[in-house]
């Protein structure tokens, strides 16, 4: 049976809520896939709107901001790496990309353009299902730490309003980025593993692919470090993980 993939959320802050449908942006170039993964997340409750090309993405996206978008890379009329780039412009909703398996030049690519996970084609639509729960369960999620972190005097992170300042002056972080700095400062000095990581903060298991966190600590620091390719507060431990320095 059908279900409507629901979520609830404080109504106008007077502490009443309501049921609100989640709504997923498909941008698919290819009618076979797009029409028979549509309708497969419809029959899991989800609102799809589909688009065909960039063009369409941009508009469908300007005028029907979504809770998720999907997006393959490979459009008619448009680099799906610009679509991405411009959809975080303005947004910080979770990006899932859709890639060529052996193709891992492009997956890089699209977490380096904004997007917070992949999914190789061709995929079973039951784990690109999961993949949206997770992103929408840890999005919804967010915010749960309240204390300030101060990191070397440089890097000021507020989980409590969802700000990182670094030398006083706010950056912007995608939601993903986020939820992994928030990860490491709240343990400071620990060493995390890409494991730990990858099951804290995206919110399942990868089994040995440990990729898009290597990508996203590296987006990471470029926003942060004074030096990125000498970080002094996200520090790789070689054969174990990363470590955030107090």
């Known amino acids: 049976m059908a279900f409507r993939v629901t979520c609830r959320r404080d109504a106008a802050g007077c502490g009443q809520t309501e049921l609100v449908t989640v709504s997923v942006l498909f941008?698919?170039?290819d009618p076979s896939i797009r029409i028979a993964t549509a309708q497969t997340l419809r029959d899991d409750g989800y609102d799809v709107v589909e688009a065909a090309n960039g063009a369409e993405a941009l508009d469908r996206f300007e005028h029907r901001p979504p809770d998720c978008v999907l997006l393959d890379l490979m459009l008619p009329d448009a680099d799906g790496f610009d679509v991405c780039r411009t959809f975080r412009t303005s947004s910080s909703v979770p990006i899932i990309i859709l890639t060529a398996k052996s193709d891992s030049h492009d997956m890089v690519a699209g977490l380096e353009a904004g997007a917070d996970d992949y999914v190789?084609?061709?995929?079973?639509?039951?784990?690109?299902?999961?993949?949206?729960r997770a992103l929408l369960?840890?999005?919804?999620?967010?915010?749960?730490?309240t204390d300030a972190v101060l990191l070397g005097g440089r890097v000021e992170v507020r989980a409590e309003?969802?700000?990182?300042?670094?030398e006083g002056r706010e950056v912007h972080l995608t939601r993903t980025e986020f939820r992994l700095l928030c990860e490491l400062t709240a343990n400071l000095g620990k060493v995390l593993s890409r494991e730990q990581l990858?099951?804290?903060v995206?919110?399942?298991d990868y089994f040995?692919?440990?990729?898009?966190?290597?990508?996203?600590?590296?987006r990471l620091r470029s926003k942060v470090e004074?030096?990125?390719a000498r970080p002094a507060h996200i520090v790789t431990v070689r054969g174990l993980g990363y470590r955030a320095v107090p």
């Open 202 to 204: 995206w919110d399942y």
């Open 27 to 29: 941008v698919e170039d």
């Open 208 to 218: 040995g692919e440990t990729k898009l966190v290597d990508v996203h600590i590296h």
């Open 198 to 200: 990858l099951d804290s």
């Open 120 to 132: 190789t084609k061709p995929f079973e639509s039951k784990v690109l299902v999961a993949r949206i």
């Open 161 to 166: 309003d969802g700000t990182v300042s670094v």
């Open 137 to 145: 369960r840890r999005a919804r999620g967010q915010g749960d730490r």
């Open 226 to 228: 004074l030096d990125p």
